[in-house]
């Protein structure tokens, strides 16, 4: 049993967007984490082989993130509902929020989660046009909807989720998870490069989960290891970034990095606890 976290299969708007835009970079990207070349299926738009290359992978579920304000491109939740319901129980979808729509993003929330499909919300504040800190204070009002109804929350703090370094200072989820105790925050990218330092706010702060996604094969991810084998083995969360990463060598080369005993909580018992899904 596999649920990846982060997946964005090649349908509908998603290949109109920035992680569709470029096979050469996407390419570029692979090899960056020591990969011959992204999924087959990826470079082919080919939904069908993908559904093929999860089951070789062993990934029984994809964990949809929506998009919304990014600067890229967004995808509407009701597209993204449609995506779940077309694959007949292979994805589950995490609603986009835009950070700079309150109203909007109350209503989605009412709307997508609490009286729809979907398992949680996405939020990137970063990815904005104008990039906004995760913990500005302007976004606690939504912060405050999810927490009364103790949605969990992935945001992208790590990796290029903003124009520099220090939109994913580990300062920013610490904050987070201090305000909001009753959320449980999941860390797209995994605060990378940061990454000893976001494996101890981990430690401080109980309510945060990392999903290194490609970071799991960059400089530092040895912290994240070591953490696994000490505190952090209920919170660690595979993903593998596709259309980025091959879905297959993703898988392998994760399970290389733990023991037997860790990874099924990694693979998905971490993922389905955070979510709420009764496996």
């Given at each position: 049993?596999?649920?990846?976290?982060?997946?964005?299969?090649?349908?509908?708007?998603?290949?109109?967007?920035?992680?569709?835009?470029?096979?050469?970079?996407?390419?570029?990207?692979?090899?960056?984490?020591g990969f011959d070349a992204p999924a087959p299926s990826a470079l082919q738009r080919s939904p069908k082989l993908m559904l093929?290359?999860?089951?070789?992978?062993?990934?029984?579920?994809?964990?949809?993130?929506?998009?919304?304000?990014?600067?890229?491109?967004?995808?509407?939740?009701?597209?993204l509902i449609k995506i779940v319901e077309n694959f007949n129980g292979r994805f589950i979808g995490l609603a986009g929020l835009?950070?700079?729509?309150?109203?909007?993003?109350?209503?989605?929330?009412?709307?997508?989660?609490?009286?729809?499909?979907?398992?949680?919300?996405?939020?990137?504040?970063?990815?904005?046009?104008?990039?906004?800190?995760?913990?500005?204070?302007?976004?606690?009002?939504?912060?405050?909807?999810?927490?009364?109804?103790?949605?969990?929350?992935?945001?992208?703090?790590?990796?290029?989720?903003?124009?520099?370094?220090?939109?994913?200072?580990?300062?920013?989820?610490?904050?987070?998870?201090?305000?909001?105790?009753?959320?449980?925050?999941?860390?797209?990218?995994?605060?990378?490069?940061?990454?000893?330092?976001?494996?101890?706010?981990?430690?401080?702060?109980?309510?945060?989960?990392?999903?290194?996604?490609?970071?799991?094969?960059?400089?530092?991810?040895?912290?994240?290891?070591?953490?696994?084998?000490?505190?952090?083995?209920?919170?660690?969360?595979?993903?593998?970034?596709?259309?980025?990463?091959?879905?297959?060598?993703?898988?392998?080369?994760?399970?290389?990095?733990?023991?037997?005993?860790?990874?099924?909580?990694?693979?998905?018992?971490?993922?389905?606890?955070?979510?709420?899904?009764?496996?």
């Amino acid at each position: 049993m596999i649920i990846d976290f982060r997946l964005r299969p090649p349908v509908g708007t998603f290949l109109k967007l920035g992680i569709y835009a470029s096979d050469e970079r996407n390419k570029q990207l692979a090899h960056t984490y020591g990969f011959d070349a992204p999924a087959p299926s990826a470079l082919q738009r080919s939904p069908k082989l993908m559904l093929q290359e999860m089951d070789q992978a062993g990934i029984n579920l994809g964990v949809i993130p929506g998009r919304m304000g990014h600067f890229k491109g967004s995808i509407t939740n009701d597209e993204l509902i449609k995506i779940v319901e077309n694959f007949n129980g292979r994805f589950i979808g995490l609603a986009g929020l835009n950070p700079l729509d309150y109203v909007q993003s109350i209503e989605e929330i009412d709307r997508t989660v609490l009286h729809g499909p979907l398992k949680g919300v996405c939020i990137e504040p970063a990815a904005l046009p104008e990039p906004l800190y995760a913990h500005d204070k302007s976004l606690y009002p939504i912060y405050a909807e999810c927490e009364r109804y103790e949605l969990p929350v992935l945001v992208m703090i790590g990796g290029g989720s903003g124009p520099d370094i220090t939109y994913s200072n580990p300062q920013i989820i610490c904050q987070l998870a201090k305000d909001f105790p009753k959320i449980n925050f999941i860390v797209a990218h995994g605060g990378w490069p940061w990454v000893q330092e976001t494996v101890g706010a981990c430690f401080l702060q109980k309510n945060i989960y990392l999903s290194p996604d490609v970071h799991m094969f960059s400089p530092g991810a040895q912290d994240y290891v070591a953490a696994v084998h000490s505190y952090l083995a209920d919170r660690l969360i595979f993903a593998s970034a596709y259309p980025f990463l091959p879905l297959i060598e993703s898988v392998a080369r994760f399970k290389a990095l733990f023991t037997e005993k860790e990874l099924p909580k990694l693979l998905y018992k971490n993922a389905a606890a955070v979510l709420k899904l009764n496996i």
